[in-house]
């Protein structure tokens, strides 16, 4: 007999673990959404239609060993992700998201201890590390209600999309304010406008629990402004950034103000690009942001992409109709949507632009649902995001209507809205469950 004999791990229960060439093979292609895998066996995953969930066992032993390969080289579309089921995977816990995104790849995962758990020897150089925990839930926060009176009421949005009626406001009441996700799993409203005639511009912040619970008003940091965007960063801080100073009429800055992932918000810092506002921000790839659209005294359809360290670029051309008074929200693992605001008049558009995990943005996609604008948009249920209420028509006719974008970016037709119809208010994501 020749051939290279090769070392094999024995187990905690003193079977001896198979090498890789021992290893068993599915006969049947994984092509589902989801699917639950043992050890000592390989797997074809064909993500062709979809994403997949990969489920590793609850009950592994040292040198367990598991393959997983990419039937139909789609990984890049429609990525493997897996969930370690309880047990940490390269040291991190099953709290935190890996995602296999590299087409044509293959994985060979061993199990080693309770510290390290799951360990690639084998993955093709790929990008394997844990990223951001993926947020569960929404909340739509402050604006304007009937008759222009500001309000300071929430609605949370269950990690199944439904939307909650309201909850009594807790702080100042406002609108044109901008909210934002931090610390991994709360949230922050801040600045906005806090009354409806005269230079009444704020800086005040309102943070959010990871259970949805709204804290009283803290007197801000910054430069008091409306008409600006947020969007979270780094994993765990977030960023505002542009809008206006004036409470009346229109001074547009580009300023940006960094917060910290305890929810500390940062001093001025001079902004990169256009000075405008009534644009929409939302998060993207791994860590970073992406300003877009907004109003500099004209529609305007630019983006400014934010890097992980909060360095804002200069910018970009940007794809699609120009417009303003619209939201933006991340969806789908790494991709990000804008949609609906106003092109024309305020009458309001439904069209929607995707963001893919390097930031380029896609031309238009043709609306879904009632035409509005200064609505909010929020990340829910992990890869799912939802827009919500808005301006419908030329008069004001505050809505309260939603509509549901897939971890596909497909969105739904109008769902009838709970809660008080309102415009220029805030929406984000918080809560890890």
Known sequence: MSGTIVNNITRTSGTIAPTTGGLSWSSDVVTGSTATVSAGNGYWINTTSNACTVT??????????IILADYARTWSTNNLIIDSNGNNFQGETDDFIVDYSTAGQSISIVFSD???????????AVVDAPVTPTLQKGIFGFGNGSGYANTGVTNIVSSAGVVASDVSAVGTARNSLAAASYGGDKAIFAYGHTSTSGNQTSSL???VSNSGVVASDVTGVGTARRYLAAASYGGDKAIFAYGSTAGNGVSYVSLKNLVSNSGVVAADVSGVGTARGLLAAASYGVGLAIFAYGYTGSRVSMKN???SSGV??????GVGTARYRLAAASYGVGLAIFGY????????????????????VASDTSGVGTTRGELAATVFGGDR?????GNAGNSPTFASMTNIVSNQGVVASDVTGVGSGRNQLAATGFSLG
Request: proline share 3%; aromatic share 6%; net charge negative.
């Open 56 to 65: 590793l066992p609850s009950s592994a032993e040292i040198g367990d060993q």
């Open 341 to 360: 605001g106003d092109s024309s008049g305020v009458a309001g558009t439904a069209i929607t632009n995707k963001v893919n995990s390097s930031g380029v």
């Open 114 to 124: 309770s510290t390290k758990g799951w360990i690639p020897v084998s993955d093709d």
């Open 205 to 207: 912040k309102n943070l």
């Open 385 to 389: 995001a939802i827009f919500g209420y």
């Open 312 to 317: 804002v670029a200069a910018d970009v051309s």
């Open 305 to 307: 992409l934010v890097n």
